[in-house]
């Protein structure tokens, strides 16, 4: 190896040093104001113009859509969806952001808007997220309580993993629970609990499930064996 090539070589490596270390810095100042709440400072840093060169176009629409998420406003947040809806991501991308408004969609109960993205959600080639968010809109929204067994055999079959695998816990916790049939839903909500993490958007409401459930007198009982070493 030359010396010219050795240079060339050092040149490439700290320019990509260099790139990292910007991201990093810009990440971090936008991931502070958001979780300080400073909606507007989020915005500024996501209007500068190095936001294009250090972020993915998909990552500047999902903060986007963030801030709108967080600001309340409903109209802004339906047309920038849209908007992405008719934008080429990576296929990983596109599942992410579709799964992740939809279940927030029917957790606030906004059946209109959860439709939508599950309309979305049936284009892609994926059947066992399709299923999952089919489940989901049909104990959820349909108030369902006929796919205890359906779901349990596709945890049985190891279908489903992290945030997925939390969701088919809680629906079936949801079913047992309107069935009356309440430590077995204590035991699925608790399931639940452990998969998913502290921002998942079904944690909050399992866990005031668990503490009801508690309240009535019921122990917390073992761990579905298939749920329990399944984490993210």
Known sequence: MNQITII????????????????????KSLNKALQQSNLERVQEILDQPKAKLLLSKYNRDLYQARIYYLSKDETKLIAHLRDMMNKSYEKADTEQYLTLYYHTFVYENNREWALELLEQIHKLENDKLIRCCDWTKRVLLDECNELVDEITAALDNKDYYGFPLGTCAYLIGVQKKRLAAYEEAMQWFDAAKDVFQKRDIYRPVILKELEALKEMGYAMPKKPQFVKKQHK
């Open 8 to 27: 060339i070589i050092c040149i490439i490596f700290a320019l990509g040093l260099m790139y990292q270390l910007l991201r990093s810095g810009y990440l």
